[in-house]
């Protein structure tokens, strides 16, 4: 007796079920050849900075951490000590305005989507408001008619009053009169003139200044010219801190050449505060004073 042959459409689906379970077999057989590869170990996770710039007390801070190596994302989280007061961990970045000077000490941690970690300790030292620089420029050369010199500081954050003392040989030159000027409207000037000396007294009118700014400018005009001109300038600086009750004050001197220079344009006297006095300077004067306009 013949066995009755097996319908075509019957056929076709098992030759399909057999393909197919030979393909699924292959796919696997791949996957496990790749999975070495998923578990090689590459680059070591690890945070990129060092170290950290420091903050100024009552300015905004933001430093955003790097990570490298491992597998992305990364997750960042504090792992032990102190961030500086008003400074947070957000996203992987430091931010926020510090309220308290000091150094602090912290550890951050990143992780990984492999689950690796990483710890890394920072130190973040949070300073006061750095003193502005006093610029006031000078001829090298020798004068032979009026010369106008300017007084200029840069690097101000919330300068609030200044008080500038400029003083020079009176043998040689005199201060002409009603010369000094301030720039604009924003600041109020107070003038004591005497033989070989002029101190200006300046408060600054609604807000304060920040950058660089000129404070103002005067003329001295040479007696029996040519003459060689030096100025000795002492120079203090009123600034409004963070603390709406705290004054920062600043002093410096600056001090030009007594002998003929050579040829050569203009040379710029310039200083930070909180330097140390003149040696010539009166007894007593530190050059760093807490007595303002």
């Given at each position: 007796?013949?066995?009755?042959?097996?319908?075509?459409?019957?056929?076709?689906?098992?030759?399909?079920?057999?393909?197919?379970?030979?393909?699924?077999?292959?796919?696997?057989?791949?996957?496990?050849?790749?999975?070495?590869?998923?578990?090689?170990?590459?680059?070591?996770?690890?945070?990129?900075?060092?170290?950290?710039?420091?903050?100024?007390?009552?300015?905004?801070?933001?430093?955003?951490?790097?990570?490298?190596?491992?597998?992305?994302?990364?997750t960042f989280e504090q792992?032990?000590?102190?961030?500086?007061?008003?400074?947070?961990?957000?996203?992987?970045?430091?931010?926020?305005?510090?309220?308290?000077?000091?150094?602090?000490?912290?550890?951050?941690a990143v992780s990984d989507?492999?689950?690796?970690?990483?710890?890394?300790?920072?130190?973040?030292?949070?300073?006061?408001?750095?003193?502005?620089?006093?610029?006031?420029?000078?001829?090298?050369?020798?004068?032979r008619e009026a010369v106008?010199?300017?007084?200029?500081?840069?690097?101000?954050?919330?300068?609030?009053?200044?008080?500038?003392?400029?003083?020079?040989?009176?043998?040689?030159?005199?201060?002409?009169?009603?010369?000094?000027?301030?720039?604009?409207?924003?600041?109020?000037?107070?003038?004591?003139?005497?033989?070989?000396?002029?101190?200006?007294?300046?408060?600054?009118?609604?807000?304060?200044?920040?950058?660089?700014?000129?404070?103002?400018?005067?003329?001295?005009?040479?007696?029996?010219?040519?003459?060689?001109?030096?100025?000795?300038?002492?120079?203090?600086?009123?600034?409004?801190?963070?603390?709406?009750?705290?004054?920062?004050?600043?002093?410096?001197?600056?001090?030009?050449?007594?002998?003929?220079?050579?040829?050569?344009?203009?040379?710029?006297?310039?200083?930070?505060?909180?330097?140390?006095?003149?040696?010539?300077?009166?007894?007593?004067?530190?050059?760093?004073?807490?007595?303002?306009?």
């Amino acid at each position: 007796m013949k066995r009755s042959a097996e319908p075509a459409k019957a056929r076709t689906v098992r030759r399909r079920k057999a393909a197919g379970a030979i393909g699924v077999a292959v796919l696997l057989a791949l996957l496990a050849s790749c999975a070495g590869e998923f578990d090689t170990v590459g680059e070591a996770l690890r945070l990129l900075q060092p170290s950290l710039p420091n903050a100024v007390i009552g300015e905004p801070y933001e430093q955003q951490l790097h990570a490298t190596g491992g597998l992305r994302p990364y997750t960042f989280e504090q792992d032990g000590g102190a961030l500086p007061p008003g400074i947070t961990l957000q996203n992987g970045a430091l931010r926020g305005t510090p309220t308290q000077l000091g150094s602090f000490e912290f550890s951050i941690a990143v992780s990984d989507g492999n689950l690796n970690k990483t710890v890394q300790d920072f130190n973040l030292s949070v300073t006061d408001v750095p003193p502005p620089t006093f610029t006031l420029s000078t001829p090298l050369t020798e004068v032979r008619e009026a010369v106008t010199l300017r007084v200029r500081v840069s690097g101000a954050r919330e300068l609030t009053a200044a008080r500038v003392l400029v003083t020079w040989d009176p043998a040689k030159f005199t201060l002409r009169p009603g010369s000094v000027v301030a720039p604009g409207r924003d600041l109020a000037v107070l003038t004591q003139e005497a033989e070989g000396s002029l101190q200006v007294d300046l408060a600054v009118l609604g807000r304060s200044l920040n950058g660089e700014h000129t404070l103002y400018s005067f003329v001295l005009e040479p007696l029996e010219p040519p003459n060689n001109l030096w100025l000795e300038a002492r120079a203090e600086f009123i600034s409004q801190g963070a603390d709406p009750n705290k004054r920062h004050h600043f002093t410096r001197i600056s001090e030009g050449s007594r002998s003929p220079t050579p040829a050569g344009g203009e040379a710029q006297q310039s200083g930070r505060a909180g330097e140390e006095s003149d040696p010539e300077a009166p007894d007593g004067d530190t050059g760093q004073g807490e007595a303002g306009p």
